[in-house]
Protein backbone atom coordinates (compact mmCIF):
# COMPACT_ATOMS: atom_id res chain seq x y z
CA UNK A 1 0.00 0.00 0.00
CA UNK A 2 1.49 3.56 -1.12
CA UNK A 3 1.19 6.52 1.53
CA UNK A 4 1.50 9.97 0.63
CA UNK A 5 3.75 10.84 3.51
CA UNK A 6 7.03 11.82 2.95
CA UNK A 7 10.58 12.63 4.04
CA UNK A 8 12.70 15.49 4.88
CA UNK A 9 16.05 13.98 4.01
CA UNK A 10 17.78 17.17 5.03
CA UNK A 11 16.11 17.33 7.98
CA UNK A 12 16.43 14.31 9.25
CA UNK A 13 20.80 14.67 7.91
CA UNK A 14 20.69 17.87 9.92
CA UNK A 15 19.12 16.08 13.46
CA UNK A 16 21.29 13.55 12.66
CA UNK A 17 24.33 15.66 12.68
CA UNK A 18 23.13 17.60 15.73
CA UNK A 19 22.15 14.90 18.14
CA UNK A 20 26.00 13.39 17.23
CA UNK A 21 27.15 16.43 18.18
CA UNK A 22 25.26 16.64 21.49
CA UNK A 23 26.67 12.68 22.06
CA UNK A 24 29.78 14.23 21.68
CA UNK A 25 29.29 16.84 24.13
CA UNK A 26 28.25 14.37 26.76
CA UNK A 27 30.75 11.97 25.92
CA UNK A 28 33.27 14.63 26.60
CA UNK A 29 32.52 16.40 29.32
CA UNK A 30 30.37 15.36 32.77
CA UNK A 31 28.65 18.29 32.19
CA UNK A 32 28.56 20.22 28.69
CA UNK A 33 26.15 22.85 30.87
CA UNK A 34 27.76 24.29 33.67
CA UNK A 35 27.43 27.57 33.79
CA UNK A 36 24.58 28.17 31.78
CA UNK A 37 21.84 29.44 33.54
CA UNK A 38 18.16 29.94 32.38
CA UNK A 39 19.18 32.61 29.94
CA UNK A 40 20.44 29.92 27.62
CA UNK A 41 18.97 26.88 28.27
CA UNK A 42 15.63 28.38 27.98
CA UNK A 43 13.97 26.68 31.85
CA UNK A 44 14.67 26.65 35.16
CA UNK A 45 13.93 22.49 35.47
CA UNK A 46 16.53 21.90 33.20
CA UNK A 47 19.16 24.09 34.94
CA UNK A 48 18.43 22.02 38.48
CA UNK A 49 19.12 18.81 36.32
CA UNK A 50 22.12 19.78 34.98
CA UNK A 51 22.96 20.93 38.41
CA UNK A 52 22.18 17.54 40.04
CA UNK A 53 24.86 16.05 37.44
CA UNK A 54 27.38 17.95 39.80
Request: hydrophobic share 35%.
Amino acid sequence: MLSDQTADIGRIKQSSKSLASIHREFTRNANPAEGLGVATLGDQGLVDVFDELR
